[in-house]
């Protein structure tokens, strides 16, 4: 009986891993705004806006066509139009009061996301950012999770940045929020002093594991049935 429920255990997470689907939710600005402008990836329902939060006062139009991506070869290239600009209030990260961009990420109904890697294209000028951190959160950011950091030059100079894997499993059916904060500059000016591109996050959709469950139950119900037809044939 042993056998048969860890044979059974095995066989369940085998399916729920070949039913599990890799995504590649990636953003451009191609359409001038922070919008999702890719296909909508399968068992993925809400790929948010992406918008920049705590600018300081003055500056330029947060999406515009200034200073094009450029110099970086990134997983989807470059768009090399559209970028997403803003004004850092510059220090220490600070969670409150940092300059961030924000966007979210929600799943089908019965299934649940894994974020796992993420790529952006980032120019930073003399006053920009000289860090950049990515945080998730499942509650509105009541609580959060740093998924990774990087540090990048302050040089006017685009670049691509990538974050070392990580693992963020959200629960069923619970979108993900996560916050790009550019910090560690000096800030405090009125033109656009960090400019991101080629947005890309990795994720996994994972299948309800229930539906599993019920088949767990259902094969070691039948297994038991028939160990017993068995040592009554003995007897």
């Known amino acids: ?56 006062t003055g500056n330029t139009p947060l999406f515009n066509t200034v200073n094009p991506s450029s110099g970086y070869s990134g997983s ?12 850092v209030v510059g220090g220490a990260l600070d969670m409150v009061t940092s300059t961030y961009f924000e966007f979210s990420l929600a799943p089908s109904a019965g299934y649940s996301l894994q974020a796992t890697t993420f790529e952006v294209g980032s120019r930073s000028t003399a006053s920009g950012p000289t860090t950049l951190t990515l945080f998730a959160s499942t509650d509105g950011f009541t609580t959060s999770t740093q998924l990774g950091s990087a540090s990048v030059l302050n040089n006017s100079t685009w670049a691509l940045v990538s974050l070392p894997g990580f693992d963020y499993a959200a629960s069923l059916d619970t979108p993900i929020t996560f916050r790009l904060y550019g910090t560690d500059g000096t800030g405090g000016s009125a033109i656009s002093n960090w400019r991101i591109d080629d947005v890309d996050l990795g994720v996994v959709a994972i299948p309800e594991p229930p539906t599993y469950a019920v088949m767990l139950v259902g094969v070691v119900l039948m297994g038991a049935r028939a160990l017993r037809r068995r040592k009554s044939a003995v007897a």
């Open 76 to 87: 989807h290239g470059i768009s090399g139009f559209h970028n997403a600009s803003i004004a």
């Open 1 to 56: 009986m042993k056998t048969l429920l860890r044979s059974v255990a095995v066989f369940c997470v085998l399916s729920v891993a070949a039913r599990a689907v890799v995504l590649d939710v990636y953003w451009n600005f191609g359409g001038g705004d922070g919008d999702y402008t890719g296909s909508l990836p399968s068992h993925v329902t809400g790929p948010g806006v992406i918008g920049g939060v705590n600018e300081f």
